[in-house]
């Protein structure tokens, strides 16, 4: 069964760091575009960083130059490291894997959610 497990969360004062780890149960992960989510209370879930299957990535502006990305592509893992952290990265977040397969097939999964808290 394809499944995401996210770890890494939790409790950090304001400008500290946590690192996200996302491991991906698949034999093809090297060809899914990874990405992580948050959801604060009350508002949409929103994509936070992005990393495509050839490394390319994208950021929300809000973390731009705070959070980076990764993967490990002999690990199936995908990682986000959160640096300078602020009150308002507080949120559930989730990793999620996407790809387009046969016939344009969207195929997506999700993890579970990590709650990372950020005190003032």
């Known amino acids: 069964q394809v499944q995401l497990v996210e770890s890494g969360g939790g409790l950090v004062q304001a400008g500290g760091s946590l690192r996200l780890s996302c491991a991906f149960s698949?034999?093809?992960?090297?060809?899914?575009?990874m990405a992580w989510y948050r959801q604060a209370p009350g508002k949409q879930r929103e994509v936070v960083a992005l990393?495509?299957?050839?490394?390319?990535?994208s950021y929300v502006e809000s973390v731009k130059g705070r959070f980076t990305i990764s993967r490990d592509n002999a690990k199936n893992t995908v990682y986000l490291q959160m640096d300078s952290l602020k009150p308002e990265d507080t949120a559930v977040y989730y990793c999620?894997?996407?790809?387009?397969?046969?016939?344009?097939?969207?195929?997506?999964?999700w993890g579970q959610g990590t709650q990372v808290t950020v005190s003032s």
């Open positions: 999620n894997a996407e790809r387009i397969g046969v016939l344009s097939r969207k195929h997506e999964y």
């Open positions: 698949t034999s093809i992960f090297s060809i899914f575009t």
């Open positions: 990393i495509g299957s050839g490394g390319s990535t």
